[in-house]
């Protein structure tokens, strides 16, 4: 696929979905409104606030019982634990400030722990220490570092677990050397959480550069060491030129440009062919489809369907297709 520049008669068919979008859950419109339109800040603002009593997000937040989880476990193997929860209404961009997540966000510090959900040895971390695994405690520090929560110990070890090649592995404990996509990209999202919430530092800095070069190089999906398209994930067999959402724990091109989207990264010729790819996805419609959606129990129905258009990848991609016009 060669690179291509996203014309005006692109943009004009893609600007058309935003209507569609604009029909849709709190969730998702004021980030509509905030991203893709010139809306007044008070507007988007208004908006957002009805993310943690209106729609999906208040439905999210009504499900946590008193012991601070959701569906009784801190992590599991599903997708309606504490920590899957949390990554939910951090996509969704519930205020942090709020007093709904403010409340929730206590309980969960205050009576969450690792017990029976991870190693035997972080039976007694909280929540917000993490526990073992550099991919799951990147998701875990990425929701802590969003809603404020002190998730430095996560962070430090996160560092500390960085391969040579600039990205992380879940399997390094078993002595692999080479990072992974999947895990290195949960690490990315929660050293720049991590950054953006003040916290940060040269260090972090540091790592986090390294790690998206780790990507770059790469050209998002592509093997450093012959160039060819990786076509499917060794771990889980994901195909990362189709698109899910939620990507929970899993890689694919467009949450790999996102995170360069929202890093303010300026875009180069490394990054062209994976703007192509989004593109050429986008329906006569202005839509993006739901390409994929990982198997698991999850806690509220997004009302999106494999194979139809999906206004969460649909916001997502324009976004992406946005960063790049802007600074390509």
Excluded at 113 to 136: A, L, M, V
Excluded at 187 to 194: T, Y
Excluded at 272 to 287: F, H, I
Aim: charged fraction near 25%.
């Amino acid at each position: 696929m060669q690179p291509t520049q996203i014309n005006s008669r692109e943009q004009a068919t893609n600007r058309s979905a935003i209507p569609w979008l604009l029909d849709s859950d709190p969730s998702i419109r004021w980030q509509v409104l905030r991203d893709l339109t010139d809306a007044p800040a008070e507007r988007v603002a208004a908006e957002r606030a009805k993310v943690s009593t209106e729609g999906l997000g208040a439905h999210l937040l009504s499900l946590q019982a008193a012991d601070g989880r959701w569906s009784g476990a801190t992590w599991n193997r599903g997708w309606d634990s504490t920590m899957h929860v949390l990554m939910l209404l951090r996509d969704m961009g519930l205020d942090p400030e709020c007093a709904e997540a403010r409340r929730a966000l206590a309980l969960v510090g205050d009576r969450v722990t690792w017990r029976g959900c991870g190693p035997k040895e972080c039976d007694g971390h909280s929540f917000f220490e993490g526990e073992t695994e550099p991919c799951i405690n990147g998701q875990v520090a990425a929701v802590g570092a969003y809603f404020g929560q002190d998730v430095r110990g996560i962070i430090g070890r996160l560092l500390a677990e960085q391969l040579p090649d600039g990205g992380w592995n879940c399997e390094a404990e078993n002595g692999s050397t080479r990072s992974s996509f999947n895990t290195t990209i949960c690490v990315l999202e929660a050293l720049l959480e991590f950054e953006q919430s003040g916290s940060g530092g040269p260090e972090v800095n540091e790592a986090r550069l390294r790690g998206q070069e780790y990507l770059l190089e790469r050209h998002l999906f592509r093997r450093k060491s012959t160039g060819e398209v990786i076509e499917r994930d060794r771990k889980g067999g994901a195909v990362w030129t189709r698109f899910a959402h939620p990507t929970w724990w899993h890689y694919d091109v467009l949450r790999g440009l996102d995170y360069l989207r929202q890093a303010g990264v300026a875009p180069d010729e490394r990054v062209a062919e994976a703007v192509a790819l989004v593109a050429s996805k986008c329906g006569d419609d202005g839509r993006w489809p739901l390409e994929t959606r990982y198997p698991g129990k999850m806690p509220v129905d997004l009302d999106e369907v494999e194979g139809q258009p999906s206004r969460w990848n649909t916001l997502r991609a324009l976004r992406v297709l946005n960063w790049y016009s802007a600074g390509a």
